[in-house]
């Protein structure tokens, strides 16, 4: 259980590394009176892209829960290891059953977690937008 919660406490850091970079949109918005710069403009001129800030806030969410699906899928394959060379000694197996059980909550984590982003992304963008 120590991966995990060194893989947890490397998912939080680079979580807040990356935070800045998503929220760096919001003040140019607040910029874009002042610096003469029309919507289509902040974006190229800031290097951001020119997309709407929902569709990219969305696409780095999907990339964030495909590492994190990748992540489960290591330790089900880890724990699956641990089963297969364990020799008949329980205390393994049960270790090995526990990796794998928490690789399973990990992945029905994920995906409600995909469930539930996807659901806000695709209302919000058709409740500002009148587009699906």
Known sequence: MKLVRKISTIG???GLLLLPLVTKAAPLALLDSTLGL???NVGSATGLGTQDVRQTIGR?????LS????VVLVIIVY???LWMTA???DEKVGEAKKWIF???IGLVIILSAYAIASFVISNLVNATTGQA
């Open 12 to 14: 939080t850091t680079v």
């Open 102 to 104: 928490g690789g399973i």
């Open 60 to 64: 780095i969410i999907n990339v964030a």
């Open 87 to 89: 020799g008949g000694n």
């Open 38 to 40: 029309s919507n289509g």
């Open 67 to 70: 590492l994190l699906g990748v």
């Open 79 to 81: 724990g699956g290891f």
